[in-house]
């Protein structure tokens, strides 16, 4: 049996989908991931992925294409082609399956399952409903769960990617901590002056610092690194960035990517948690973090993209020694754990 799992937004999306995509794996043949151009590093690095369809969707995204009839028919001939028996349609709480499914339908996908709030009419063989309160990760799971494809035995359900690579040739020996200052979504970043005065403080407390970030991120990299840490930025694509950030003690990073990332290496997360989106969906998933922020924010639930009170008050009214706090917490731990729950 050849199963679809579609997630068509961002690389962090993509990796909280990885525990649902090894559940389906386990019971399929063949798994085939739909997921958007920002998304498919994360799925070619996800276990149990066997190919990509890259779609850039009209629907999903930043900044999303015009939706055509060309680009549509494209895509259900492109997966009508691979003989799909089944699909899973993953999308965050505020998004809707159905235009997916119209598409999957199309195709011929025989059975079709999602979360969905509206009605589906005969676009959805399982029509599920997402538990209240439930992280991202563990939504995909219960959808996987009820589709047929439960977790297989010993699989703790945790994030994970295929093993990453040896990064000592850009990191240097010895120990460090990650800081990675920029977010797809302004509003989920750090000030540049906070995170510069947070490598300041992590290398006066005796810690080596290490700079990560895109290659449109290399100006801001630079000036948070400065003197004072390792600037890798625009040296790593995500394969490479997961390598880093496995050797890594710790990883300070906003609610971005490399937050999930370092998640499903085992690092530790001190997470610069901007509350745009609620934490207890999108904070990292099985590892132990620390959640930094204004929780209470007046931007709180927004879902903005920029930052819609002056002052971004939320990240920037940390200080420095509080994020030297958590990185020293959660590099000198207690004896327990966070582990996700019991399914």
């Known amino acids: 049996m050849t199963t679809l799992v579609v997630r068509l937004d961002s690389a962090g999306d993509v990796l909280l989908a990885g525990p649902a995509v090894r559940a389906a794996a386990h019971h399929s043949r063949r798994v085939v991931m739909l997921c958007g ?17 890259v779609w850039d969707s009209p629907w999903t995204g930043f900044d999303p294409p015009p939706a055509t009839a060309r680009g549509v028919m494209d895509l ?41 709030v509206d ?5 959805l063989d399982l029509r599920h409903q997402r538990g209240e309160g ?40 010895g120990r460090y901590v990650v800081l990675h200052p920029g977010a797809a979504v302004p509003a989920r970043a750090p000030g540049a002056r906070l995170a510069a005065a947070a490598v300041r403080a992590l290398a006066a407390a005796g810690h ?5 970030g895109g290659r449109a991120e290399k100006e801001l990299t630079a000036e948070v690194a400065g003197a004072d840490a390792l600037d890798l930025g625009g040296r790593t694509g995500l394969a490479e960035l997961s390598g880093v950030l496995a050797g890594a003690d710790v990883v300070v990073a906003g609610n971005t ?19 745009v989106v609620p934490a207890h969906r999108w904070r990292p998933y099985g590892v132990p973090h620390v959640l930094l922020g204004r929780q209470d924010a007046p931007c709180a639930g927004t879902r903005a993209r920029t930052c819609p009170v002056p002052g971004h008050p939320c990240l920037d009214s940390l200080t420095a020694e509080e994020i030297v706090t958590a990185v020293d917490l959660l590099r000198n731990p207690p004896t327990t754990t966070e582990r996700p729950p019991r399914r």
């Open 208 to 212: 080596r610092v290490v700079v990560t």
């Open 134 to 173: 439930r992280h991202e990760a563990e939504a995909a799971l219960d959808l996987a769960a009820a589709a047929g494809f439960p977790l297989p035995p010993g699989d703790d359900g945790r994030l994970a990617v295929l093993p990453p690579p040896g990064q000592q040739h850009l990191t240097g020996p």
């Open 76 to 116: 259900v001939s492109s997966l009508a082609s691979r003989t799909i028996e089944r699909a899973l349609v993953l999308t965050s709480f505020h998004q809707s399956a159905l235009p997916t499914a119209l598409l999957l339908r199309m195709a011929g996908v025989a059975h079709i399952a999602a979360d969905s």
């Open 119 to 123: 009605y589906p009419g005969s676009l």
């Open 257 to 275: 990517g490399p937050a999930h990332l370092a998640a499903a290496v085992g690092t530790p997360v001190a997470c610069l948690f901007a509350p």
């Open 37 to 53: 151009p920002q998304g498919a590093p994360a799925a070619r690095l996800l276990p149990g992925v066997d190919e990509v369809v």
